[in-house]
């Protein structure tokens, strides 16, 4: 398809950043949102980004907030005719070791900002994608999955994942009826650029924004290989 | 003579887990959360010096350490835990659509998926010194992402589906000091977990409780691979 309107969630994220920047020299309109401790530093990193000033849209919101969730809706109804994708990157890693101080605080706030702010976000979102293409997009940690090893001490982050890719496939359930589709992109956080270089992210950008992939779920790694939960 | 641990003991599937284990001549340490019910206090009765009730909160940092202190005044090491204690919620066809209600889910997941965390933790000074070193964690097919057919009931399912990572990754974590791990999902049960007994559910408490002590105290494959069984035996893919 030509460009399109995208929301990105965690831009503040690296990969993020890299998806961002190729979907604006692309021609798409492009929303990004600041869900880090970062704020103007992580925007002002998108200042040079070039392209069409025009469409590209920044704000700063607290993904745990419903009213600051919902400035983002706001803001989005208010730049784009519609949303055609969603790509939520927002990320936070805590080392969680079991004899050496473990905070479940720190295991809570992981769920509220990898699980729950996704969820919030995407309901937020919702209404305004309905005449759009309706892609809801995630980025993704390997310590997230089962199958995948040496997350012993992440244990708090990688139940977050889990929890999150529960959350994906209920959702893929009820609105995958409805025309919606899901892609679960899952990085590899102890690469450098989460495993993302130029390349590995044009072709992850591509898979994500592939519409004619009418497929209802799908997880892949930044080597396009399939992932399982 | 064996020690046990077991959260949630006041009734449902714990309660049983909990007779099983001292009609089979172990100690239990039996967590309480519910004041005013009345069972576990009349089973432990019936098995004074075997049977110690502490209050506990697996939701608490506090209570929990708490417990832990009162178990190690009583045992000078714990064999078994069984995490069994959770909570549903009445709120379990709210959807994406319709709007979700986050605070629920925030309580649900520090009790389903956290406790078991919290707990583990809390009693390594106890189980290192135990000959078992065995982690039993109820779960549930909720947990299931692969299997997942649900529309709504997001806290539940998601805290259940961190709980089995949380159990993959204290295994990798915690077996190569000789720990093991059983990860159960019990079947659907004439319990409690939706504030009265459910009467229309298939399975008594009682049936499942001898089939998952079996599981949890027998030696098996499990002993060196992490799996989600049911209380039929049947594998659960995650
Ligand atoms: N019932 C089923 O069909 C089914 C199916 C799949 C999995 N499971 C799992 O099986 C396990 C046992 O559940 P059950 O069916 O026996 O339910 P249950 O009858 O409700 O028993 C759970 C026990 O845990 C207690 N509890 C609740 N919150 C607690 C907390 N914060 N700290 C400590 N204890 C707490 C409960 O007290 P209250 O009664 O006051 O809440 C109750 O005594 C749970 O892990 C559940 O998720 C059950």
């Known amino acids: 398809m030509s460009a399109g309107f995208v929301v990105v969630v965690g831009a503040e994220h690296k990969a993020a950043e890299r998806l961002c920047r190729l979907w604006l020299s692309e021609g798409w309109t492009v929303l990004a949102s600041f869900t880090g401790e970062g704020g103007g530093e992580d925007r002002s990193r998108y200042e040079d980004f070039g392209g069409d000033s025009r469409k590209l849209h920044t704000i700063a919101i607290d993904p745990r907030d419903s009213e600051s969730v919902q400035s983002l809706s706001e ?5 784009m005719e519609r949303i055609d994708m969603v790509v939520v990157a927002i990320d936070r890693r805590r080392e969680t070791r079991l004899r050496d101080g473990m905070s479940c605080e720190d295991v809570l706030a992981m769920y509220e900002y990898n699980a729950l702010a996704p969820l919030r976000t995407i309901e937020a979102l919702l209404p305004l994608m ?25 244990a708090g982050y990688g139940m977050s994942l889990a929890a999150k890719h529960m959350s994906v496939k209920i959702m893929s359930n009820s609105l995958g009826p409805r025309g919606y589709t899901f892609r679960i992109l899952t990085l590899n956080g102890e690469r450098e650029g989460f495993g993302l270089t130029e390349e590995a992210a044009l072709r992850a950008s591509r898979w994500l ?19 399982p939960f | 003579m064996h020690t046990a641990f077991v959260t949630g003991a006041d009734r ?5 887990l909990t007779r099983g284990l001292l009609e089979r001549g172990w100690r239990v340490i039996a967590g309480r959360y519910l004041e005013n019910w009345h069972e576990l206090t009349e089973l432990a009765g019936r098995h004074e010096g ?17 417990a832990a202190n009162l178990a190690g005044a009583s045992a000078d090491a714990i064999d078994l835990v069984i995490h ?3 909570v549903s919620t009445s709120l379990k066809d709210l959807t994406i659509a319709g709007g979700l209600n986050y605070e629920d889910m925030i309580r649900i997941y520090n009790i389903n998926a956290i406790g078991m965390l919290r707990v583990t ?18 779960s549930s097919e909720a947990g299931s992402i692969e299997r997942c057919s649900r529309e709504a009931w997001y806290g539940y399912c998601m805290s259940k589906a961190a709980l089995n990572m949380g159990a993959v990754r204290l295994h990798e ?17 004439k319990t409690y977990m939706s504030g009265s007994k459910n009467e229309e559910a298939e399975l008594e408490a009682d049936v499942v409780a001898e089939a998952a002590l079996r599981y949890f105290i027998g030696p098996g494959e499990e002993d060196h691979r992490l799996v989600m069984k049911d209380w039929a035996g049947g594998e659960w893919p995650w």
Not at chain 1, 75 to 79: I, N
């Open chain 1, 130 to 154: 309905e005449d759009g293409m309706k892609r809801l997009c995630f980025l993704s940690d390997v310590r997230g999955s089962f199958a995948a090893g040496h997350g012993s001490d992440y």
């Open chain 2, 84 to 86: 069994n204690a959770a």
């Open chain 2, 50 to 66: 075997r049977a110690v009730v502490v209050p506990l909160d697996i939701g608490s940092d506090r209570s929990v350490r708490d």
């Open chain 1, 75 to 79: 803001l989005a109804a208010s730049v």
């Open chain 1, 209 to 227: 924004a592939d519409f004619t992939d009418e497929s209802l779920l799908k997880l892949e790694n930044e080597l396009a290989e399939p992932v």
């Open chain 2, 121 to 138: 933790e809390a009693l390594l000074y106890l189980t290192d010194a135990g000959t078992m070193k065995r982690q039993c964690i109820v």
């Open chain 2, 12 to 16: 449902g599937l714990g309660l049983e």
């Open chain 2, 173 to 189: 974590n915690l077996h190569a000091d000789g720990y093991t791990f059983r990860l159960l999902h019990p079947g659907w049960m």
